[in-house]
């Protein structure tokens, strides 16, 4: 295609995923990245049905399948105690240790900067013990390659 500069093809255009609401416990896979990789333009967990007392946190981390070890991208967020459904937690992407974002509102705030993401997992790490109530977590993102799926 005349004008395509070093690009093998077209751009891709954004996608996003849901995975339904269920209890979070360490190590939940959230979102399969099969082949190619992506950058994360935004990730948002949304409480569906309240909490109990548990001080859980929620941290959100990338295990690649064929690089080094897992590697978190947030820090963990404020306790999830007492969340009532509607409260939320996104990764803000301003640097991988900052904390994921905890509002009981349910409003927050959005990524700084997109997250690098390779073939792999994105998953959890849920601090203190299993939440009680459920959770639904969204992913928008940006594919950079015409075979990334996301599942």
């Known amino acids: ?9 077209p751009p891709t255009t954004a996608g996003f995923a849901i995975k ?3 209890v979070m416990v360490n190590n939940d896979v959230l979102f399969t990245v099969t082949g190619g990789p992506l950058w994360i333009m935004g990730l948002t967990s ?5 909490n109990n007392g548990t001080a859980s946190t929620l941290q959100y981390r990338i295990s690649p399948t064929t690089a080094a070890s ?12 007492s969340a009532a ?7 803000l992407g301003t640097a991988l240790t900052t904390a994921a974002n ?6 927050n705030l959005g990524m ?6 390779p073939i792999g997992v994105i998953d959890i790490v849920v601090g203190v013990g299993s939440t009680t109530g459920t959770w639904a977590h969204y992913l928008a993102y940006w594919p950079l390659s015409g075979s990334t799926i996301v599942s």
Do not use: D, E, K, R
């Open 1 to 9: 295609m005349p004008g395509l500069g070093l690009l093998a093809s």
């Open 70 to 81: 897992a590697q978190t991208i947030s820090n963990a967020s404020g306790s999830l105690a």
């Open 112 to 117: 700084t900067s997109p997250i690098f993401c």
């Open 20 to 22: 339904s609401a269920a």
């Open 46 to 50: 949304l409480c569906v049905t309240a």
């Open 85 to 91: 459904a509607g409260a939320s937690v996104t990764l």
């Open 102 to 107: 905890l509002n009981a509102n349910g409003p």
